[in-house]
């Protein structure tokens, strides 16, 4: 159960990464608007970008609830996922199951909290700060943790007070996050906005060692 469990988490940050910039982002097309294959999720998701970047990453969608358009077809959204997936991995594994009715409902706990609490975003999920106010919009997809955007390469870091303090994205003692970024600096890491600022980085280091 637990392995599927742990299992289901992996592939559903996988599909927020691959959801996020094909479906809600769109690709794009030389001469023509960014293609969507649900283009409806599109257009909500550039208009929450928009309200966005006007209010210092507030989102007042989220307060009207299902009054407002966006965020009802984030949740319709949200539950056509589970809908699909859910009875998909049920046959496989349950704990995946389970898996993705978590996610779906952290998900939407995550980012909704995020857009009304602009300070607890950038202290818990700096990489969603960054995917909305830093200079590339088109970068760090993962909303809840910040897994594939490592592994693909896609978590761009816009100042060190963003940067989390591990690449899991779960507070974790120095003893274990201090190895843990030694080893995925040297295999996925992560790409800076300014090549000034990861100087900036280091050099905090060596003085508080």
């Known amino acids: 159960m637990w392995k599927g469990f742990i299992a289901g988490l992996v592939v559903a940050n996988a599909f927020e990464w691959v959801a996020h910039k094909y479906v809600l982002h769109g690709t794009h097309r030389a001469g023509q608007p960014r293609y969507s294959p649900v283009p409806n999720s599109m257009k909500s998701h550039w208009e929450h970008?928009?309200?966005?970047?006007k209010t210092d990453f507030e989102d007042y969608g989220?307060?009207?609830?299902?009054?407002?358009w966006r965020t009802k077809n984030e949740i319709l959204s949200l539950v056509a996922v589970a809908g699909v997936f859910v009875p998909l991995f049920y046959p496989v594994s349950k704990g995946m199951s389970l898996s993705v009715l978590y996610?779906?409902?952290?998900?939407?706990?995550?980012?909704?909290?995020?857009?009304?609490?602009?300070?607890?975003?950038?202290?818990k999920i700096p990489w969603h700060y960054d995917h909305h106010m830093n200079s590339n919009q088109d970068a760090n997809w993962c909303v809840t943790k910040p897994w594939f955007d490592y592994i693909l390469?896609?978590?761009?870091?816009?100042?060190?007070?963003?940067?989390?303090?591990?690449?899991?994205?779960?507070?974790?003692?120095t003893i274990l996050a201090q190895p843990l970024n030694k080893v995925v600096e040297r295999i996925f890491p992560a790409k800076w906005v300014e090549a000034k600022q990861v100087k900036t980085v280091t050099a905090v280091k060596v003085e508080t060692v």
Do not use: F, M
Not at 62 to 68: D, F, K, L, R, W
Not at 103 to 123: D, M, Q, S, T, V
Not at 158 to 171: F, T, V, Y
């Open 62 to 68: 989220y307060v009207e609830g299902i009054s407002n």
């Open 153 to 173: 390469g896609t978590r761009v870091i816009s100042s060190a007070d963003l940067k989390e303090q591990n690449p899991s994205g779960i507070a974790l003692p």
């Open 103 to 123: 996610c779906a409902g952290n998900y939407y706990y995550i980012h909704r909290r995020a857009h009304l609490e602009p300070e607890w975003a950038k202290r």
């Open 49 to 53: 970008h928009r309200e966005v970047r």
